[in-house]
């Protein structure tokens, strides 16, 4: 630069427009894809360049005219351009050809910057700065793994609270890369490069002493038979939670010394594989089913398998001639007994004696299925109507009839039980629905996917204002939708971090070309695609369908939908549930008679307990059971 004498140690150069050295560091492939504008990043160190002279990569610009993506790197005044075509590389107007590609500029006292591009989706590159090799033994996992490898630190571990343990939206730092048929013995990088959360680069990790834990997720691979074939964890009956899932590897916890200027590896090793699940044991009111379900292996091309965790009311086995009502509460995998207030009301005199189950239907996305048909996660709703249900009912002496078949669920179940009492009206009595996850996509937590540009921020202008995913009954916001997500996404690229976003974009969206559910929004950026928002409205958003469909469905649901939530809910879920009341109240031919209850400042998830909702059933199916049924045997 003849026009600018640069300062080596502060980075500065005179001319410089603001005299502070910064850059944004984008990889090659990302500069390609991405329509974000540059930002400053004040740690240029951790990418291998020296801080100097006002370095600029811009994240895209397009050169339509040529036909081709291209990166521009600027120095003052100065620019070259970087095109990626095929396996070429222009500098200035001098084509390289090279594989893999590296292109080194030498400007600006001596500062080089290095461009890589991998030559091969499975190659793996290291840059200057800090680094951690992380492997697996033979002894924990003698075969190659698919999967993802983590690395979590910590400034503190003690047995119930390891550095992994730790990690979650508002938790310590967790890095992690995808592996394929990596080798034990062998390892996989995790650099300054790997997006991480809270932290989104090792270089940004302070020097000091910390505690570093090593994971390792095993994927399974799913041929499925609608002809896409995917990697993803498969649940062990733990409900899909990568952290405890029997068959992943761990190791100890290990204290070092970081520094962020360091290149010298950190050897971690997974050494120690998480136990199998221990089912609890039946008793004498508390039943359990397991099979494999054929319709979702079928579709999976893997074994699925369904459950049910059953609780029997007090003398089931003395009135061996009685049916009884069936209550089916869905939530989140349990293999707890179903919550039904105390054991004391269970077994008082006065108490409605029904039959209440929970359903386990984990998917390979998550803890539960979310109970209907999908894209993604396919026919569950086929196979919890055709199989799991009728595996119950065969087992236990239930009435059988849809009046004395009941819903009811909180948060993730009390969307579960209102969209199984929506797309199932002939088969449900009533749905007693707390808390539920968005009825209406204007409201998804927060955000309005049909009219808004961004999940993660408002733009004002002048700034961006992050938007909350959690708040305490008092306003106060505990965490927000980009770190929510971001988290998730480190977790697991594609729809597999085993979250709530994640497993709401593989219940509600279309599946992507590379098979994996399309994004409803990109997960690093947050901008939302509306062509999948407006896929999710036709087929899941609950209040759309009901209004839609009113003078066909409402004639068979107008008594039976029943809807409570805190009206502070802490995910923002009441509003939702406050435009289906809306819609509800506006119904006619036939009127809508059911009840919609805010409590006020009542955070998630509020509701009443089947104390409460029990006299509400037995009243709803008095008024819809038919003549002649038997509403006084179960009665004892």
Not at 86 to 91: D, N, Y
Not at 187 to 200: E, K, L
Not at 407 to 414: E, I, M, R, V
Not at 505 to 517: L, M, Q, R
């Amino acid at each position: 630069m003849d026009d600018a004498r640069c300062d080596r140690d502060s980075g500065s150069c005179d001319g410089d427009d603001d005299g502070i050295g910064w850059f944004e560091y984008v990889p090659l492939n990302e500069a390609i894809q991405s329509n974000a504008e540059p930002k400053r990043v004040t740690n240029p160190q951790r990418f291998g360049l020296q801080r100097c002279c006002n370095w600029r990569i811009f994240r895209r610009m397009r050169n339509s005219a040529a036909g081709r993506d291209s990166a521009v790197v600027s120095a003052g005044p100065q620019s070259q351009e970087l095109s990626l075509m095929s396996r070429h590389i222009l500098v200035g107007r001098r084509w390289i050809t090279s594989a893999p590609l590296t292109v080194t500029l030498g400007v600006c006292c001596a500062a080089s910057m290095t461009l890589a591009a991998v030559s091969s989706a499975n190659a793996q590159t290291t840059r200057p700065g800090p680094r951690f090799e992380i492997a697996f033994t033979a002894a924990a996992h003698p075969a190659p793994i698919t999967g993802r490898a983590y690395v979590a630190i910590s400034r503190t571990s003690d047995a119930q609270r390891t550095p992994i343990a730790q990690t979650g939206e508002n938790g310590v730092p967790l890095f992690a890369v995808n592996i394929d048929q990596l080798a034990a013995g062998k390892a996989t990088i995790i650099d300054a490069s790997v997006f991480g959360h809270p932290v989104q680069s090792l270089a940004d990790i302070p020097a000091g002493e910390y505690w570093v834990q090593p994971f390792v997720n095993v994927y399974t691979k799913f041929a499925r038979a609608d002809g896409k074939t995917v990697w993803l964890h498969m649940d062990q009956w733990e409900g899909q939670n990568w952290k405890r899932s029997p068959g992943n590897l761990f190791g100890e916890p290990v204290r070092i010394t970081f520094d962020p200027t360091s290149s010298a590896p950190i050897r971690l090793v997974a050494d120690k594989v998480i136990p199998a699940v221990e089912v609890p044991a039946e008793t004498e009111h508390v039943k359990r089913i397991k099979f494999q379900s054929a319709i979702l292996t079928k579709w999976w091309g893997h074994p699925i398998y369904l459950g049910a965790t059953v609780l029997l009311p007090k003398d089931y086995e003395q009135h061996p001639n009685a049916k009884y009502p069936i209550v089916y509460d869905h939530g989140h995998f349990s293999l707890r007994a179903p919550r039904v207030g105390s054991t004391p009301y269970w077994n008082a005199a006065g108490t409605p004696r029904m039959i209440v189950a929970t359903l386990q239907h984990p998917s390979p996305y998550y803890d539960d299925s979310y109970g209907v048909n999908s894209e993604n996660n396919g026919p569950y709703g086929d196979a919890i109507m055709q199989e799991l249900i009728p595996a119950v009912e065969s087992k236990f002496r239930v009435i059988g009839q849809p009046w004395a078949r009941l819903l009811t669920g909180g948060s993730t179940g009390g969307w579960i039980s209102l969209a199984h009492q929506v797309f199932y009206p002939d088969f449900y009595g009533g749905v007693w629905s707390l808390c539920p996850d968005g009825v209406d996509f204007r409201y998804h937590q927060i955000v309005n996917v049909y009219a808004d540009t961004n999940a993660y921020f408002l733009d004002r202008g002048w700034l961006k204002i992050d938007r909350p995913t959690r708040r305490s009954p008092d306003g106060n916001v505990t965490a927000t939708m980009k770190d929510e997500n971001w988290y998730e996404h480190v977790v697991g690229d594609r729809t597999r971090g085993g979250g709530q976003w994640d497993i709401w974009e593989a219940t509600y969206g279309p599946v992507g070309s590379d098979g994996y559910p399309k994004p409803i929004w990109d997960k690093r950026t947050g901008v939302i695609d509306h062509q999948v928002a407006q896929f999710w409205k036709e087929r899941y958003d609950l209040r759309y369908l009901l209004e839609s469909k009113w003078a066909t469905i409402g004639p068979k649901l107008a008594n039976k939908l029943n809807v409570y939530v805190g009206d502070a809910d802490s995910y923002y879920l009441n509003m939702g549930v406050h435009l289906l009341d809306d819609f509800l109240k506006k119904t006619a031919a036939p009127k809508w008679t059911g009840e919609t209850i805010f409590q006020p400042m009542a955070p998630h998830c509020w509701g009443p307990g089947m104390p409460e909702l029990m006299p509400r059933m037995v009243t709803t199916m008095e008024a819809n059971a038919p003549a002649g049924a038997d509403l006084r045997s179960w009665r004892y």
